[in-house]
């Protein structure tokens, strides 16, 4: 990435073992980083890939495996996000944003729960629209915690198609999560 000058003492070598792992990150989302902040208007962009970033490193040390997101979809999410709402802020004022470091990492855990509801919720408003009736009204049943049996009487359908509806639509899910 051309933005990133890092001095000598900053090889691979010299990053401790727990940092590698963020060093291989840095390496494969630059890209993702510099291609989404190509979008931008050009003063901006230098402000922008800091943010990028800086999103890049609050994401990967808040990312919560239990939640079962890919990490990949996450840090992205996170990293657009954090773009667009600088990029807000700079086309607000017009100028560059000072960037205060003590404010963004006592707002981590307030930004990771906005991004995830926000996240969240346009997960299933997609995934509603991709959805067909059946597999809108299973799923509805599913999450309202009904066993198969429970749903296929209150849907009038046998049990292998309540199975087979949240097959497809674990199916749609997965599809989500790798396009």
Request: with cysteine; glycine share 2%.
């Amino acid at each position: 990435m051309d933005n990133l000058n890092f001095d000598n003492e900053n090889t691979v070598d010299s990053i401790p073992p727990s940092d590698k792992k963020f060093s291989e990150l840095l390496a494969e989302y630059s890209s993702y980083i510099d291609g989404v902040v190509s979008s931008f208007p050009r003063h901006h962009r230098e402000d922008l890939v800091q943010e990028g970033l800086m999103a890049l490193s609050s994401a990967y040390s808040t990312f919560d495996e239990s939640k079962n997101v890919p990490i990949e979809a996450y840090l992205k999410i996170c990293i657009k996000r954090r773009i667009i709402t600088a990029y807000r802020s700079m086309k607000k004022n017009d100028e560059t944003v000072d960037i205060d470091f003590d404010e963004i990492s006592d707002s981590t855990d307030i930004e990771y729960d906005i991004v995830e509801k926000k996240y969240a919720e346009d997960f299933f408003l997609e995934l509603r629209q991709k959805l067909t009736e059946l597999e809108k009204n299973v799923l509805t049943e599913y999450l309202s915690d009904r066993t198969y049996q429970q749903i296929a009487d209150k849907l009038n359908i046998n049990q292998k198609t309540v199975d087979n509806t949240l097959v497809r639509i674990k199916n749609k899910v997965k599809k989500y999560f790798t396009d």
